[in-house]
């Protein structure tokens, strides 16, 4: 049930209050890449039903969290080349559930723990926050890979010479 009062209920007017791109939904989740900022890829999953903390997760959501968490993280971190990434929930700002997926390579912006964002983090290019969401809009396009297609990764070709 929508809450009228809660932004993320609005999700037209939570687009574009956090300058994000919806990039992928099923019937229970929703994934949205911010486009500005210091973090390329930068992604909000959020369930479509008013759920305000992560405390209060239940029913279908909570059944079907698991495997949309790890998706969409793996989805983000296989876009943006990124060495993991940083998962957190707050609700101080926003009381309604939402992961915030950061793409984290080493060196960047993202000092994790409580620091997050560095003070006086460089912009990065809009070019590539556009970019960073079309490849997490394709990678969840794509479908889920069969257990039997997940093994080893394909071993390196042999020299001709
Ligand atoms: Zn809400």
Known sequence: MADSECLLCRVDDADA???RRRVWQDEYWRLSVVLHGAVVGFGHLEPHRHIPFIT???GAEAATCGAVLARASAAV???TGADKVYVYV???RV???HFNLAPHHLGDAL???SGLIQPGARQADPAAHEAAATAIE???SLPLPSPADRGDPPAPLK???
Do not use: Q, T, V, Y
Request: no cysteine.
């Open 56 to 58: 209060d997760l239940d």
């Open 111 to 113: 000092i994790g723990g």
């Open 77 to 79: 971190r296989a876009a």
């Open 95 to 97: 009381p309604h559930l």
């Open 159 to 161: 020299s001709m010479e």
């Open 138 to 140: 394709l990678a969840l």
């Open 90 to 92: 707050f609700g101080d």
């Open 17 to 19: 209050h956090f300058r």
